[in-house]
C-alpha cells in the first residue's frame, strides 16, 4: 500500500481548531502535514495562486509531500473548457504558476472538476484534453450521469486522464482506472451542502477493498475527504488509514485527539435565569 496517499480537500478551517488543530496553531499547512502526506488544494478553484502562495506551499509543507490542486472555475465553470473562449491562455498562466510544485517534486496532479450541469460532450472534452501540457497528470470528475459511459472510459485511457471515483449523491461509486494514477473523492452524502456530513465506519467499510482493488491497479493513489465542516474530513480519513492498516505513529496521535474531542460534553450556553 506504499502508492496509496489519503488526505482532505483543503486544510485551513477555522473550525478544525479543537478537533484536530491545537488551539494557538500558527501554521495550519505546517500542523497537517504533520498528520498527512497529502492534501488537495481547493483554494485554487475560486482564484489564481500568486507564485508568493505557491511558494509557501513548497516551503512549509514536508519535503515527501504532496499536493493535488483544482482547476480553477473560470476554466472548468464559467467557460466550460471552450478554448474559443481562451480556456487554453488561461490554463497555460494556471500551469506555469504551479510549476513551481512540479520542479520541487510537490504536485502529484491537477484536478478538472465539471460541474453538474455540464453534459456529454465528448468532442469538446477530447479538445480540451489535446492542449493539456504533457509533463502535468490530470484527473477529470465528472458530476453528470451523461458521462458515464464506455466513450467516457476510451477516452479517458487514450488521454491518460485518470478518473475521478467519488462517494457523492449525483453519481454511483463506480470503479474506472483509465491512467497511471487513480483519484477517489468523498464528498458525503448530506443535503446541502453533501460534504457537511460525518461518516460512519459502517459507510466507510466498503471503501477499504475499492482501494485496495485500485492499489494494485494504478501506480499512484490519491484519496481525499471533502466533508470538511466540523472536522469530519481528517476525523474519516484517519478511519480509512486505520482500516486499511496504514496508520502511522502521528496519525494515531491525531486520532486520539480527535476522538477525545467528540467525547467532550457539548457546551450549552445558559439563559438570564441559568
Not at 465528448?122 to 490530470?138: R, T, V, W, Y
Not at 475521478?164 to 483519484?183: G, K, Q, R, W
Not at 476525523?235 to 496521535?253: D, I, K, S
Request: hydrophobic residues 35%.
Amino acid at each position: 500500500m506504499d502508492n496509496v496517499v489519503l488526505g482532505t480537500s483543503g486544510w485551513s478551517y477555522r473550525e478544525w481548531i479543537g478537533p484536530f488543530y491545537a488551539k494557538g496553531v500558527k501554521s495550519m499547512l505546517h500542523a497537517y502535514g504533520r498528520v498527512f502526506k497529502t492534501v488537495e488544494i481547493n483554494s485554487t478553484f475560486y482564484r489564481y495562486p500568486t507564485e508568493k502562495m505557491v511558494m509557501g506551499w513548497v516551503r512549509y509543507s514536508p519535503s515527501d509531500f504532496v499536493f493535488t490542486a483544482k482547476l480553477p472555475k473560470l476554466i472548468t465553470h464559467e467557460k466550460k473548457l471552450d478554448l474559443a473562449k481562451g480556456v487554453e491562455e488561461d490554463l497555460q498562466r494556471y500551469c506555469e504558476t504551479m510549476r513551481t510544485l512540479l520542479l520541487n517534486g510537490k504536485l502529484g496532479c491537477l484536478l478538472i472538476q465539471l460541474p453538474p450541469k455540464y453534459e456529454y460532450n465528448i468532442d469538446q472534452l477530447e479538445s480540451f484534453f489535446k492542449i493539456l501540457p504533457a509533463d502535468f497528470k490530470f484527473a477529470v470528475e465528472f458530476r453528470n450521469l451523461s458521462w458515464l459511459r464506455n466513450e467516457t472510459w476510451d477516452l479517458l485511457n487514450r488521454y491518460k486522464v485518470a478518473y475521478t471515483i467519488v462517494d457523492e449523491p449525483l453519481l454511483p461509486p463506480e470503479i474506472h482506472v483509465t491512467s497511471s494514477i487513480a483519484y477517489f473523492r468523498w464528498h458525503g452524502k448530506g443535503d446541502k451542502p453533501w460534504f457537511n456530513y460525518r461518516y460512519s465506519k459502517e459507510e466507510l467499510d466498503p471503501w477499504i477493498p475499492k482501494v485496495n482493488e485500485v492499489s494494485r491497479r494504478a501506480r499512484k493513489v490519491y484519496g481525499y475527504f471533502n466533508n470538511h465542516f466540523h472536522g469530519y474530513a481528517p476525523e474519516n480519513c484517519l478511519q480509512v488509514l486505520e482500516m486499511l492498516g496504514m496508520l502511522e505513529a502521528g496519525q494515531q496521535e491525531a486520532m486520539g485527539r480527535v476522538k477525545r474531542h467528540r467525547q467532550r460534553p457539548k457546551q450549552t450556553t445558559l439563559g438570564a435565569f441559568g
